[in-house]
């Protein structure tokens, strides 16, 4: 899928630079794994299983950093056409809004321009990401008790960003020739945050109906 959403989608857009695994350590190998089951053309269900013998944390850091990656790729490309004008709040539609807090600067819920939301998003996610003691690298060094409540609010707000992306800016996406490749993006994504469990059912709720559709 790098290749498909290469192809498609114009690299210097990238919202924010890619965050690489560094060669030689388990989590690249892991990443390698992931990247040649994904090109295989294997059933995605089936890509996001967890390898037999290998640590369940590494593997879900692995996709959290991928999936950061690969979204942070099509928001980029139609970042263009999200502006304050065109988009003054963080939504889904009439239904859903989000409101930014980060307990920093933004210390309540707060209304924001999508673009301006997006920008606060993709900085948390990759301070968490680049934070050692959350994401550690090191062979041997243990990942900490909260890990998996992190990557859950990770993904639980990039959730937000295909929200955004699918309601909002689709005509975009399409004009690029690039529907598919943000579904099979989707999709992959889906399959694993169900594989383990690491949304609540809930807050997929924005995207229910397209999600029957493309994920049975």
């Known amino acids: 899928m790098d290749l498909c959403l290469g192809q498609v989608f114009s690299k210097d857009k990238t919202f924010r ?36 013998g290998e640590n369940i944390n590494d593997w879900i850091a692995v996709h959290v950093v ?22 003054p709040v963080m939504s889904g539609g009439q239904r859903y809004e989000y409101r930014w807090k980060d307990n920093n600067l933004y210390k309540k819920p707060t209304k924001l321009p999508a673009l301006k939301y997006m920008s606060l998003l993709m900085n948390w996610i990759e301070t968490l990401i680049n934070n050692e003691d959350i994401f550690p690298t090191r062979v ?13 609010k990770i993904l639980s707000r990039l959730f937000r960003v295909f929200v955004h992306v699918y309601i909002h800016h689709f005509d975009s996406i399409c004009s690029m020739g690039a529907e598919a ?6 999709k992959h994504y889906y ?15 924005p995207l229910k109906a397209m999600t029957e559709r493309i994920c049975t």
Do not use: M, W
């Open 17 to 52: 630079p890619r965050k690489r695994f560094e060669p030689g350590n388990q989590r690249f190998e892991l990443y390698k794994k992931a990247q040649a089951s994904l090109k295989s053309g294997l059933d995605l269900r089936s890509v996001v299983q967890l390898p037999q």
């Open 66 to 87: 991928d999936f950061f990656n690969r979204i942070n790729l099509i928001y980029g490309t139609v970042s263009e056409f999200c502006t304050e004008r065109s988009c």
């Open 140 to 152: 041997g060094v243990p990942f900490p008790k909260n890990f998996q409540q992190v990557c859950k």
């Open 181 to 186: 490749h943000v579904n099979t993006c989707y």
């Open 191 to 205: 399959y694993f945050i169900t594989e383990f469990s690491l949304i609540e059912h809930s807050e997929l709720q």
